[in-house]
């Protein structure tokens, strides 16, 4: 059985930094396409980053935390990360992790429909 659990979150200044982490149960991690999404109160999901398996190691970032977030695995652990640097307010969410059946995340791999799995979630606070 497909089980995510997020991890890291917490409160920080503006500029701070935090490392969310994700451990994978029911399946290997670097086997799968895997995400990092955000969301507000009652906004749509959003997708942050996600990481082809690696067969393809593809890596791709939303625009808004390009060059300060980085998602990376620890295949000996079967960890998904987030490394998260230059906080802003606006980062404020609760935070998931998430996976897809297959390796390749394909076109809409920032898309929350393209992922079938999904951990409870992480809350981030960023205070100005």
């Known amino acids: 059985q497909v089980h995510l659990v997020e991890s890291g979150g917490g409160s920080v200044q503006y500029g701070g930094s935090l490392r969310l982490s994700c451990a994978a149960s029911g399946f290997i991690v670097s086997h799968r396409c895997m995400g990092w999404f955000r969301q507000v109160s009652e906004h749509e999901r959003e997708g942050i980053a996600s990481?082809?398996?690696?067969?393809?190691?593809?890596?791709e970032y939303a625009d808004p935390v390009k060059g300060r977030f980085t998602i990376s695995r620890d295949n000996a652990n079967n960890i998904l990360f987030l490394q998260m640097n230059s906080l802003k307010p606006d980062d404020s969410a609760t935070y998931y992790c998430?996976?897809?059946?297959?390796?390749?995340?394909?076109?809409?791999?920032?898309?929350?429909?393209?992922?079938?799995?999904w951990g409870q979630g992480t809350q981030v606070t960023v205070s100005s």
């Open positions: 998430a996976a897809r059946e297959f390796g390749v995340c394909g076109g809409a791999r920032l898309s929350p429909t393209s992922f079938s799995s």
């Open positions: 990481f082809d398996s690696d067969s393809f190691d593809t890596i």
